[in-house]
C-alpha cells in the first residue's frame, strides 16, 4: 500500500493507473491515423488491441473503482461497435476515446483518494 493512499487502486495495479494503461492508450491512437490512411485491417487490429485492454483495466479497477469499470467497458463497447462500421465509425472511436480519458481520470481519484 502507498503512504497516504490508505485504501484504494494502487494495492490491484502497483501504482499509477497510466503505466498500466499505456499500451491500451497507444493503440488506441493508432486508430484514428489506420483510419485515415485507408488502413482498415490495421485499424481494426489497433481497436481490437485497444479493446482487450480496455476489458482488462476494468477488471483490474472494478473493485476499487465500479464506476471507472463501467467507463472502460463503456470504451471497450463504443469501440467494438466502430470498429464494426470502419471505414465508418469515427464518431464512435471519439466516443471511446472520451470514455477512456474519463476512466482513467475515475480509476485515478480512486487510486488515491484525497
Known amino acids: 500500500m502507498r503512504a497516504g493512499c490508505p485504501i484504494g487502486l494502487s494495492d490491484h495495479v502497483g501504482g499509477s493507473v497510466e503505466p498500466a494503461g499505456e499500451p491500451v492508450v497507444m493503440a488506441m491512437q493508432l486508430v484514428k491515423p489506420a483510419l485515415a490512411a485507408q488502413k482498415v485491417d490495421d485499424a ?23 464506476e ?3 467507463l472502460f467497458l463503456a470504451a471497450a463497447t463504443e469501440l467494438t461497435q466502430a470498429a464494426s462500421q470502419f471505414p465508418a465509425g469515427g464518431p464512435l ?8 480519458d474519463q476512466a482513467f481520470v475515475v480509476a485515478e481519484a480512486a ?3 484525497e
Open 44 to 66: 481494426r487490429s489497433a481497436a481490437e488491441a485497444a479493446t482487450k485492454g480496455m476489458t482488462t483495466m476494468g477488471d483490474l479497477v472494478g473493485s476499487a473503482s465500479p
Open 68 to 70: 471507472a469499470k463501467q
Open 93 to 100: 472511436v471519439d466516443q471511446a476515446k472520451r470514455d477512456l
Open 111 to 113: 487510486r488515491c483518494p
